[in-house]
Nanobody
Framework: QVQLVESGGGSVQAGGSLRLSCTAS????????MVWFREQPGKEREAVAA???????IRYATSVKDRFTISHGTKNTVWLQMNSLEPGDTAVYYC??????????????????????WGQGTQVSVSS
C-alpha cells in the first residue's frame, strides 16, 4: 500500500522560508516521479515541482522557479525548500505520485489526472 506523508507546513511572513518533507512508502521511491502540488481556495490544484531520483529529472512550474527547490533526502524522502515566500504561495501543499515507475515527462508531470496517490496535505500560510 502506497503512503505519502507530508510535514513541515506552517505560517511565515512574506520573504521567509519553509521546507516541506514527504516520506513515501509502499513503492520503489527512486523509480517514481514525485510531485508537489498546491491547492488554493477557489483554484484548481497546481503542480509546482517534480523529481525522479533515478533519472535525475527535475521540473518546476514557472511561478516557483528560482524560489523553490525540490530534492531528495534519505529514506524515501523528498523535500521542497521554499524561499522568498509570497502571500500568493498560501495553499495546502500535497505530495503525490503516479506510482507507475515512470519519469517526470515534460508533457504530463503537472497533470493531476495522472496521479494515483496523494498525501494528506500540509498547510502553508504566508502573511504580508
Amino acid at each position: 500500500q502506497v503512503q505519502l506523508v507530508e510535514s513541515g507546513g506552517g505560517s511565515v511572513q512574506a520573504g521567509g522560508s519553509l521546507r516541506l518533507s514527504c516520506t513515501a512508502s509502499g513503492l520503489t521511491y527512486r523509480d517514481n516521479c514525485m510531485v508537489w502540488f498546491r491547492e488554493q481556495p477557489g483554484k484548481e490544484r497546481e503542480a509546482v515541482a517534480a523529481m525522479n531520483r533515478g533519472t535525475g529529472t527535475i521540473r518546476y512550474a514557472t511561478s516557483v522557479k528560482d524560489r523553490f527547490t525540490i530534492s531528495h533526502g534519505t529514506k524515501n524522502t523528498v523535500w521542497l525548500q521554499m524561499n522568498s515566500l509570497e502571500p500568493g504561495d498560501t495553499a495546502v501543499y500535497y505530495c503525490a505520485t503516479p506510482g507507475l515507475g515512470n519519469d517526470c515527462y515534460s508533457g504530463s508531470w503537472y497533470q493531476g489526472r495522472y496521479i494515483n496517490y496523494w498525501g494528506q496535505g500540509t498547510q502553508v500560510s504566508v502573511s504580508s
